[in-house]
């Protein structure tokens, strides 16, 4: 699956860059605080997420503005300025779409649906909550984005632990490199405070569209109250509570997740990965096997770190597994 990129302009005037991969019924994906449309795509967990939702159907995400491929605005971060460029991305799709929100895209989503029952075919939250203010206590927020503010490589390794705590060192390191790639430290304490001021409890009841929310019972990002609170503000919505501790979508068991968005959404259920690897892939992970770093792949095998590091990944992800160690293992009984 190929995305295709394009750019399109608020009716304030704002440039959202967005994208679409697959082909079918629109399902526009509402992420959450930080993202990056060319990045997320090469990082071998958040694709593959992304593939798997999309099949079958054309999946469509955006950066807001500030964040990724769209450029700042001067305009401060507000729920309105979320629902103006969802407005802008979705014009173009002349149809009722399926709507999926995450984390901050969840309550967004909400509101979205709410204010524009016509367009929602069926709405998605994962991770999401009705009202920010009560994620954390008051001293939790003002310290992390205090944190975010005055320290941006430390702040975000501390969110980075918080939003993928079932994932192993490295790839938690990655995550934070990401989030760090994604904005500045201003645009991201902006979008943190915009989080934490976002509440939508007085719009659940105006949302018409049928509706799924899900949560992991775990979550440290966002209480599982939060996910019983959007369910039981919305008629007629479901509740599913996976098992798992992280709040991004695509750590942790991201297969469960994915069965269960498509199981509502009416899509065929997505190919499960395969134990097979490529002979690249067994390369690597017989040298994963002998405790060679990611640097001392890319030195053994020719390539450079980053690519070592994209192979370890991919091959976590295809055989199912959450360390190093869990390859080593595996290639040890091969």
């Known amino acids: 699956m190929q995305q295709r990129l394009d750019r399109v302009v608020t009716a304030g005037g704002a440039t959202v860059a967005y994208s679409s991969a697959g082909a ?56 309105d300025f979320e629902l103006e460029q969802l407005a802008a991305v979705t014009a173009a799709l002349r149809e009722p779409f399926d709507l999926m929100g995450t984390s901050m895209g969840a309550p967004v989503a909400a509101a979205w649906a709410a204010q524009h029952p016509e367009t929602v075919r069926r709405l998605v939250l994962y991770g999401g909550w009705a009202r920010g203010d009560e994620l954390s206590p008051p001293s939790v927020r003002e310290h992390l984005l205090g944190l975010v503010e005055a320290h941006w490589g430390l702040g975000s390794d501390v969110l ?46 105006r949302v018409r569209a049928p509706t799924l929310v899900v949560h992991r019972t775990g979550d440290r990002a966002a209480p599982v109250a939060q996910a019983e609170a959007l369910a039981a503000g919305i008629s007629g919505a479901g509740l599913v509570l996976l098992p798992g501790r992280s709040h991004l979508p695509y750590a942790g068991d991201r297969d469960e997740l994915v069965r269960v968005v498509r199981r509502f959404l009416g899509l065929p259920a997505a190919r499960r990965r395969t134990g097979t690897l490529t002979a690249r892939q067994r390369e690597v992970a017989a ?33 199912g597994f959450r360390s190093r160690a869990q390859i080593a293992a595996w290639f040890a009984a091969q």
């Open 160 to 205: 980075a632990d918080i939003f993928a705590p079932d994932a192993d060192g490295p790839t938690r390191a990655a995550m934070a490199r990401y989030q760090r790639a994604c904005s500045t430290a201003a645009t991201a304490r902006e979008l943190l405070a915009l989080s934490y001021r976002l509440d939508v409890r007085d719009q659940l009841a």
């Open 24 to 79: 079918g019924r629109p399902l526009v994906y509402v992420m959450g605080w930080l993202t990056h449309l060319e990045l997320g795509w090469e990082l071998p967990a958040e694709r593959a997420l992304y593939e798997a939702l999309g099949a079958g159907c054309r999946l469509v995400r955006y950066d807001r503005a500030g964040c990724g491929l769209s450029p700042a605005a001067d305009r401060p971060a507000s729920l």
């Open 287 to 319: 040298l994963v096997s002998q405790g060679c770093t990611n640097r001392e792949i890319a030195a053994r095998l020719g390539i450079d770190e980053r690519s070592a590091e994209g192979h370890v990944e991919r091959i976590r992800l295809r055989l």
